[in-house]
């Protein structure tokens, strides 16, 4: 497996959807943020795959930077001036996941969609091929502060553009008030992250189903009522 594909399968497993690496500059940017493409980019990847193979490898305590350097070509000199340390280099690879093209599911129905983002990520954290990397990134953001704001602004940055999901079930007239997408879609995912990285329990297609019915029911109820809303169509049926 190349170091390409593995950054791939990291943002797979982050997102529940496949994405693309659209990567620039070396330095450290903010998740979403696009860069032009060229020789700092092949860099910047290169060093973000090598982070994510140590971490898959040795765990956050066990990553180096003298691994990083002699996984990704690049000088251990040229790491520490441009991300300083392991917590730079840790928190850079998932920016570097979040610049990408990822759109939520567009099923037709807010039942499909949310359906859809959840078998996504059920599939990606079953499969043995690809669920260590994932998880690794996951369990380096409990143990470096930095690691977890970028984690934390990679999946804010998500849930915002899940809002599209929700824009479209409001004009098809599926919501009979405006609610808080975020709150919506993160009680879908919710479950299934608890059993995976909190009581340590397996997670199938049916979790995923079952996570999806509480979520509509709950909608249904006005639960995700108020917050930062999404408009509602005005005839929309309750």
């Known amino acids: ?20 690496d659209e990567a620039g500059s070396t330095e450290p940017s903010a998740p979403g943020t696009r860069r032009p493409g060229g020789r700092t980019a092949r860099t910047r990847a290169a060093v973000r795959d090598a982070v994510l193979a140590g971490l898959t490898e040795h765990g956050y305590p066990g990553l180096t930077v003298e691994y990083v350097a002699e996984h990704s070509g690049v000088h251990k000199t040229t790491l520490y001036r441009r991300w300083k340390d392991i917590e730079g280099l840790v928190a850079d690879a998932l920016d570097l996941a979040g610049e ?47 690691a977890a704001e970028a984690l934390r602004a990679y999946y804010a940055e998500r849930f915002t553009r899940c809002e599209a999901l929700v824009e479209r079930a409001a004009e098809r007239g599926e919501l009979a008030t405006p609610l808080d997408a975020g709150a919506l879609v993160r009680s879908v ?16 297609f049916a979790l995923a189903d079952q ?12 639960v995700f009522a108020g917050g930062d809303t999404v408009g509602a169509a005005p005839d929309a049926a309750s």
Do not use: K, N, Y
């Open 100 to 146: 990408d093209s990822w759109t939520p599911p567009d099923t037709g129905s807010l039942e499909g969609d949310l359906r859809a983002l959840a078998h996504e990520v059920v599939a990606s954290f079953t499969d043995p091929a690809v669920a260590a990397s994932g998880s690794a990134m996951i369990a380096a953001g409990f143990q470096s502060e930095r």
């Open 189 to 204: 995912s919710a479950p299934l992250f608890f059993r995976l990285f909190i009581t340590r329990e397996p997670i199938d």
């Open 211 to 222: 996570a999806v019915a509480a979520t509509l029911a709950a909608t249904r109820a006005g």
């Open 1 to 20: 497996m190349t170091r390409h594909t593995q950054l791939t399968q990291l943002e797979l497993q982050l997102t529940g959807e496949s994405a693309r």
